[in-house]
């Protein structure tokens, strides 16, 4: 694996969802990489659902760190 520093950073960074149905935004907890499977694809995944309303169109944020993230939950993002 030539990417080592990759993996560090991925363990440090800080997930985050932003539902698009009631617009909630909410910090997921410490990156855990296997919860950023399908960022890049347009249907999250099913176990992947609002705590406020229950939607599904959740989109992930992966903030670098705690300013980011910061940032993203206050909508500045
Ligand atoms: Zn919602």
Do not use: W, Y
Not at 33 to 47: F, I, S
Not at 60 to 67: C, D, K, T
Request: glycine fraction near 10%.
């Amino acid at each position: 694996m030539p990417q080592e520093d990759r993996t560090i950073n991925h363990s440090l960074s800080l997930i985050c969802a932003h539902c698009h149905r009631c617009g909630r935004r909410s910090a997921l907890g410490q990156g855990d990489a296997k919860l950023l499977p399908a960022v890049e694809t347009a249907e999250p995944p099913p176990r992947l659902r609002c705590d406020m309303c229950g939607g599904r169109r959740v989109t992930l944020f992966n903030a670098s760190g705690p300013v980011e993230m910061l940032a993203f939950l206050s909508g500045r993002i």
